[in-house]
Each structure stands twice: as structure tokens, then as C-alpha cells.
């Protein structure tokens, strides 16, 4: 039996960045997949007004690519400020989630983990796990966290993402590349995190933590049997 499963993802190419090979994996089982984004990705960077729109105009035609190619269907884009939600009552965000989320009916949600250094991540994940309260008409039974390479790794805090789930994505791993490459003017050359040989060589070393090729890794926040 299908599911729906959900992804609240801060911006346009978290969503593959942090769990590409597991959607891939999800709707080649015949699993719905639905993406929602909450800010644009671009207006917290220093350009004039006509190029500004310009560019979320193309972060979304190229996030509408990389999905479909992966298969997930894209929900909603929020279009909040980028790397503003701050500015954003927490209560506005967890009410489109829980829009989202009444709407759509998923078993699985799968978002950032409260450690990212970016500070988007982190509203994210906290909208969501308030969006998710175990209430009797909440549908969510798994909430998974997924890491980004340029911000997981760069927190300077004492909590470290530690995952606890691997999803081998040895098959779906050229897949997810293919779709990043729809992202290109977020992609950095390497050695950069951000890089794709280095997120190549990431789910690599997570692979060879449960010993196959490549690997997702996940913190899981809640499973409910």
C-alpha cells in the first residue's frame, strides 16, 4: 500500500541535497512524495530587484526539474524572505505545515535537523516538530531529520547531527547527482562541501558506516508503531 510522505524543506535544493536518493527510492516504490518550501533561496543575496526575481524565477523552474526527476511533486513555495524566517511568526509557518499536513495526509515527514548552522534549517525544524504535535488526528508516524553539506557540518555548536538511520542510495546515487545538477548555481567546486565530488564523497563515507556503496543518513526524531 502507497503512502504520502511529505518534505518541508527550507529551500530549493535542500530537498534533494538532504534526502534526493530516498525520494527516488520512495516513488519508485510507488510512495507519493510532496515537497514544500519555505523561503525563496535567493533574496537575502545583494542584487537589484530585476535580477532578484529573476533568480527565484529560475530556482523554481529548476527545483519543478530536479523533482520531477526524481519523482516528488512540488505542494508549495511559500516564498518567504531567505535566511529571514526569523522574522516570520513561528505560528505563520507551522500553520501552512499543518495546512500541509491536513491536506496531503502523510505518514512520513522529513525535514533539517535543529543542529544546521543555517538559521532557516533551524526555524524549519522547529516548525515542524510543533506542526507534528502527537495528537490523535495527526497523521505523521515518522519524522526524519536529514543533514546539508555546507551547513550541517559547519555549526559550531556541541550538538552534532549524529544519524541513527542509513538508507542505502547506491542505486538512486546518479540519480540524485543528475537532479542536483538542475541546482548548479548552488553547487561550488571542490573542495568545497557543496561540491559534487565531495557530496559524492559524503554519502560514500556514509555508506561505508553500514558497509554498501552510498548512503542518506537521517537523525529519526519519532516513530510511532
Given amino acids: 500500500m502507497s503512502e504520502n510522505i511529505l518534505i518541508v524543506a527550507a529551500h530549493p535544493d535542500d530537498e534533494i541535497l538532504g534526502c534526493g536518493g530516498l525520494i527516488k527510492k520512495f516513488t519508485k516504490n510507488g510512495d507519493k512524495v510532496y515537497v514544500m518550501f519555505l523561503a525563496d533561496g535567493e533574496s537575502s543575496r545583494d542584487i537589484n530587484k530585476n535580477l532578484l526575481d529573476k533568480n527565484i524565477a529560475q530556482r523554481k523552474i529548476a527545483a519543478q526539474k530536479a ?17 529571514r524566517l526569523d522574522t516570520i511568526p513561528l505560528i505563520d509557518i507551522v500553520k501552512e505545515i499543518e495546512n500541509a499536513i491536513k491536506s496531503l495526509r502523510p505518514s512520513t515527514l522529513i525535514t533539517h535537523n535543529e543542529y544546521d548552522l543555517n538559521q532557516d534549517h533551524k526555524i524549519a525544524f522547529e516548525a515542524c516538530a510543533v506542526a507534528c504535535r502527537p495528537q490523535s488526528n495527526n497523521t505523521v ?20 547531527f549524529t544519524p541513527n538511520c542509513f538508507v542505502d542510495i547506491t542505486a538512486e546515487m546518479h540519480i540524485k547527482l543528475d537532479a542536483l545538477m ?14 559534487i565530488n565531495k557530496i559524492k564523497s559524503l554519502h560514500a563515507y556514509r555508506g561505508s558506516i553500514i558497509s554498501i556503496d552510498y548512503a542518506e543518513s537521517f ?7
Avoid at 141 to 160: D, M
Avoid at 182 to 195: A, K, M
Fill in 182 to 195: 538542475f541546482y548548479s548555481s548552488e553547487l561550488r567546486e571542490s573542495p568545497h562541501s557543496r561540491s
Fill in 141 to 160: 508516524k515518522r519524522i526524519l531529520c536529514f543533514e546539508v553539506p555546507s551547513s550541517t557540518e559547519w555549526a559550531l555548536t556541541q550538538n552534532k
Fill in 219 to 225: 537523525i529519526i526524531s519519532r516513530i510511532v508503531y
Fill in 67 to 83: 523533482n520531477k526527476l526524481v519523482g516528488s511533486s512540488i505542494y508549495k513555495f511559500l516564498d518567504f524572505p531567505d535566511n
